[in-house]
């Protein structure tokens, strides 16, 4: 028999009875060396009405609306897009106009169904949203007074279209189309057993919580034809090279969780896929395997991103600057990201790719110019070690101060919710787990690092790879991070993590600050910023993070 960790009571994604429990943001990791804009996730704007002035909707696929649909335009097209988005689960607010918030749905909606994430609404997007639940009830939180206290099969209701996001999120492969039927029934009861809950197929107080209580996994943003990825995959292997492969894999008809794992299942995806495109069945993932899986992801090719070229190759120039658009800036974007970066790999350096080369440059050392050069393409390839000086500013030693600053500080307040400015969120700290954004907002303020992720596994493999002034210390001092994984298994990426601040030092005992954490002085409700007493001798794993 399996034996469960014993978990601490009142901690960020372990929620104790009478505990608020958010919604969690809808998708991938959002990190602002590429200073994203305006992010919005799904559970921002529940059921939001259209707002009075949004223009009638257009079927998208109409000859009134434009072959691409894009930022800045405001029609009918951008209304049935909205409503379109809506559908599965972007709670955006239906006003017709193609702002930055429908911008970061449609990436999101891309990354999802293996589409080419350019955050342009080319035919492909257009057809995928038509063919992928566009008539699933809009979503609503499973524990508002609108959600029965057990969601069960045979209901069809915004309340099953919010569970089946939450369960495609723990990688099961039901459709979202907001009806509780088999397949839901059996996902549900898998959910049960893998979290040892009782397995009855009912969604009640326990199971919501459970859904809830999570951090979510890596990105799968990364192109595997790029040089961020093995040239073959195999079985395994790990990582965000193997996710982006089991999300292709869905998208060719498979159904795999999307856990960044290469094991006998994807094995057995891939041995299909390539028997189903007349390819040597050996489970490699090679050039040809790659190359058949990107094929016709990006519709008639208008939208899609270059082909990726070796930065280093003749095909590139000597300096890529912003401007250009090729294979060698899909390249370049696809690096970027591997180094933390969040950027849509479209093959067209803009702004936000520039400054994300800006940022890659100053934590590398290298002059900051923003033309990527011999240097900066040595370093992106793994050439050049960062320096291990203290970055620009100093702000070490200010981390703890800023900190415990903020001390009593609650979950919803105006200031709880002013840490999202750093990862850019502006939504409510009572939607959502933001003790990893708490991290990322004393980070800016006090500019010891550039760093910024609401992923607790982001700040663990940033820190263990040696990137952005992080790293790995067995002996921990006051200004230092510290991850839990309360699971156990080292790994920090099983659903179940917390982060913080070391405060004190004594042995094996420490205390910390930690955001999106039980009040101590009032049995773990009422989420805040507080601090705790931890120890290195416990049931769960911690892991130290020295930030100079």
């Known amino acids: 028999m399996r034996h469960r960790r014993r978990v601490p009571a009142g901690e960020a994604g372990v929620p104790q009875r009478g505990a608020r429990i958010g919604r969690p943001r809808w998708r991938a990791r959002i990190l602002v060396p590429a200073t994203i804009l305006a992010v919005l996730s799904a559970g921002t704007v529940l059921g939001a009405a259209p707002a009075m002035a949004a223009p009638a909707p257009i079927k998208l696929t109409s000859s009134s609306c434009p072959a691409t649909i894009q930022q800045g335009q405001v029609s009918g097209c951008v209304t049935e897009l909205q409503n379109l988005l809506n559908a599965h689960g972007a709670g955006l607010v239906v006003d017709g106009e193609f702002g930055a918030k429908t911008l970061y749905a449609v990436r999101t ?7 080419a994430v350019d955050g342009l609404v080319g035919p492909q997007t257009k057809s995928k949203l038509y063919a992928t639940g566009g008539s699933a009830p809009a979503p609503i939180n499973l524990t508002s007074a609108s959600c029965p206290a057990n969601v069960v099969q045979g209901q069809k209701s915004g309340c099953v279209t919010e569970l089946q996001r939450l369960l495609r999120h723990f990688g099961y492969a039901v459709e979202v189309d907001g009806e ?4 839901t029934d059996s996902a549900v009861r898998s959910f049960q057993s893998s979290h040892g809950l009782s397995v009855d197929g009912q969604v009640g107080t326990n199971t919501k919580a459970a859904l809830y209580n999570t951090d979510e996994s890596g990105s799968t943003s990364l192109d595997l034809r790029s040089a961020s990825c093995p040239s073959n995959i195999v079985e395994g292997q790990s990582g965000g090279c193997v996710a982006t492969l089991q999300a292709l894999l869905n998208g060719k008809g498979q159904h795999l969780d999307v856990d960044g794992e290469f094991g006998p299942a994807t094995l057995a995806a891939v041995k299909s896929f390539q028997a189903s495109v007349s390819l040597s069945v050996d489970g490699e993932v090679g050039p040809n395997t790659k190359a058949a899986l990107y094929s016709n992801i990006s519709g008639d090719g208008s939208n899609g991103a270059p082909a990726p070229i070796n930065l280093t190759s003749a095909s590139c120039p000597s300096n890529i600057v912003q401007g250009q658009k090729s294979g060698c800036v899909t390249e370049l974007q696809s690096l970027l990201n591997h180094h933390g970066a969040d950027l849509a790999v479209d093959g067209d350096f803009g702004p936000l790719t520039y400054a994300a080369v800006r940022d ?19 370093a992106l390839y793994g050439a050049v070690t960062p320096p291990a000086t203290t970055p620009p500013g100093g702000g070490y030693s200010n981390i703890l101060s800023v900190a415990a600053a903020e001390l009593g500080t609650r979950e919803g307040s105006a200031r709880a919710n002013s840490y999202g400015s750093a990862v850019g969120l502006s939504r409510s700290t009572s939607g959502y787990a933001w003790c990893a954004t708490f991290v990322s907002w004393v980070a800016k303020q006090t500019g010891a690092t550039s760093y910024r992720s609401t992923w607790v596994v982001d700040w663990v493999d940033q820190a263990r790879a040696g990137r952005y002034h992080l790293s790995v210390t067995t002996s921990p001092q006051p200004g230092d991070i510290v991850a839990f994984d309360w699971n156990g298994g080292n790994d920090y990426r ?19 600050v930690e955001g999106n954490t039980g009040n101590p002085d009032n049995g773990g409700a009422n989420d805040g910023v507080y601090s705790k007493t931890r120890s290195t001798n416990s049931s769960y794993d911690v892991l130290f ?3 100079r």
């Open 109 to 115: 909606y891309q990354s999802a169904t293996a589409i």
């Open 360 to 378: 890659f440059q100053s934590e590398q050392g290298l002059s900051v110019d923003g033309q990527v050069g011999p240097n900066t393409k040595a």
């Open 545 to 547: 993070i020295r930030v």
């Open 494 to 512: 099983g659903g179940n993590e917390h982060i913080g601040f070391v405060r004190t030092v004594n042995g094996s005992s420490f205390t910390t």
């Open 180 to 183: 509780f039927g088999t397949e």
